[in-house]
């Protein structure tokens, strides 16, 4: 297997999978953030685009979560 097909591998992996819901969470401070001005600055508008970004912020986490899950279950050695 070369390198290049191992990396697109990664992303499936169980450490991928861990790496990406820590990515998220690590993107939720910034949402975090995004909330707090737009309330600040009473705009509407970038409150609706951070709440937008904190929902797809979740599905994406959950997402991965339901990919872990399954990586689980497929393991024969995990039982």
Not at 13 to 34: E, N, Q
Not at 35 to 54: F, Q
Not at 66 to 77: A, I, S
Request: hydrophobic share 45%; aromatic share 4%.
């Amino acid at each position: 297997m070369s390198k290049l097909e191992s990396a697109k591998g990664f992303k499936h992996s169980k450490p991928g999978l861990i790496l990406g819901i820590g990515g998220s969470a690590f993107g939720a401070f910034g949402i975090v953030k995004d909330v707090r001005r737009a309330r600040d600055e009473h705009d509407n508008l970038k409150l609706i685009n951070a709440a937008v970004g904190a929902l797809a912020l979740v599905t994406s986490t959950l997402l991965l979560v339901r990919e872990l899950r399954r990586l689980g279950q497929d393991d024969v050695l995990a039982d």
